[in-house]
C-alpha cells in the first residue's frame, strides 16, 4: 500500500502518511467523478447486454411462419381414388360373398331335391321321402351355416392342387376335393359312431336303453341317412 498524494509505502491500516501526513481515506472530486463515471458506463453496457439478450429472446420465442402445403391436384385424385378404391372393393367383396352364400345353398338344396327325384323314379319311395323331407332342409341348413367352412375348404382345396400342379402331378382339382372331402366325411360320421357308442356304452351300464333310443333316435336315422349319402 502507497500514499495517494507522495508515493511513501505504508502499512496496512494507516490512514495518515508518515511522510507527507496526508488522510489516505479522502478522495477527491475528480476522483469520485471518474470512480462515477466508470461505474456510470459499466451499467450502461449492463443495460444493453440485458436489451440483446431480451431481443434474442423474443425472437426465439416469437410466433413462427407456419408453411402449409398446398395439395396438387394430381395427389388429390390419387387419394380419392385409394379410399374410392376401399370402399369400391369392399362392396365388391361383399356383394360376391352374399351371392356365392346363395348359390352355394340353392344348389345344396336343389341337389338333394334332385336326388329324391332320381330315387322316387328308381322305386325307392321311402329314400325318396327321407331324402326330400330330411335331407333338403338338413343340406340347406347346413350349407348356410357351414359356408364359410367350405370356402375355406375350397380355397385350400385350390391351393393344394397348385402346389401339386406345379410340381408337375397331373391331378385334376376334382381329386383334391374329393380326397380332403373324403377325409372330412371319415371324420363327421367317426365323431358322430364315437360319442353314439359313448352314450350306448353308459346306458347300457345304466340300464336306460330305452330311454337312450327314445333320446338319440333321430340322431341315428341323421347317422345312417349320412352313412348312406357319403358312401
Same mark, same amino acid.
Given at each position: ?56 429472446? $423474443? ?14 391436384? $394430381?395427389?388429390?385424385? &390419387? ?20 351371392? @356365392? ?7 345344396? !338344396?336343389?341337389?338333394? $331335391? ?13 329314400? !325318396?321321402?327321407?331324402? @326330400? &323331407? ?18 375355406? @375348404?375350397?380355397? @385350400? ?10 410340381? !408337375? ?14 377325409? $372330412? ?10 360319442? !353314439? ?20 333316435? &333321430? ?7 349320412? &352313412?348312406?349319402?357319403?358312401?
Amino acid at each position: 500500500m502507497f500514499c495517494i498524494k507522495c508515493g511513501e509505502k505504508l502499512k496496512r491500516g494507516d490512514k495518515f502518511c508518515k511522510n507527507c501526513g496526508q488522510n489516505q481515506l479522502a478522495i477527491t472530486n475528480s476522483e469520485e467523478s471518474d470512480n462515477n463515471n466508470l461505474l456510470g458506463s459499466e451499467d450502461h453496457d449492463n443495460d444493453i447486454d440485458d436489451i440483446e439478450r431480451e431481443n434474442e429472446l $423474443i425472437s426465439s420465442n416469437g410466433p413462427q411462419t407456419v408453411t402449409i402445403k398446398k395439395e396438387s391436384f $394430381i395427389e388429390k385424385i &390419387f387419394k380419392g381414388a385409394g379410399v374410392g378404391g376401399l370402399v369400391v372393393g369392399g362392396g365388391f367383396l361383399y356383394i360376391s360373398f352374399t351371392i @356365392l352364400q346363395f348359390l352355394f345353398v340353392a344348389f345344396a !338344396g336343389l341337389s338333394m $331335391i334332385g336326388l329324391a327325384i332320381s330315387l322316387f323314379s328308381e322305386g325307392s319311395i321311402i329314400w !325318396g321321402l327321407v331324402a @326330400l &323331407f330330411i335331407g333338403t332342409p338338413l343340406a340347406i341348413g347346413l350349407a348356410s351355416y357351414f359356408f364359410i367352412f367350405f370356402l375355406a @375348404l375350397a380355397i @385350400l382345396a385350390l391351393i393344394i392342387w397348385g402346389i401339386i400342379y406345379l410340381f !408337375g402331378f397331373n391331378i385334376s382339382f376334382g381329386n383334391v376335393w374329393d380326397g380332403i372331402w373324403l377325409v $372330412i366325411k371319415v371324420l363327421i360320421l367317426g365323431g358322430m359312431a364315437f360319442f !353314439g357308442i359313448s352314450s350306448f356304452v353308459q346306458a347300457v351300464k345304466k340300464n336306460e336303453l330305452v330311454s337312450f333310443f327314445k333320446e338319440n333316435w &333321430f340322431y341315428i336315422l341323421i347317422f345312417f341317412f349320412l &352313412f348312406w349319402l357319403f358312401f
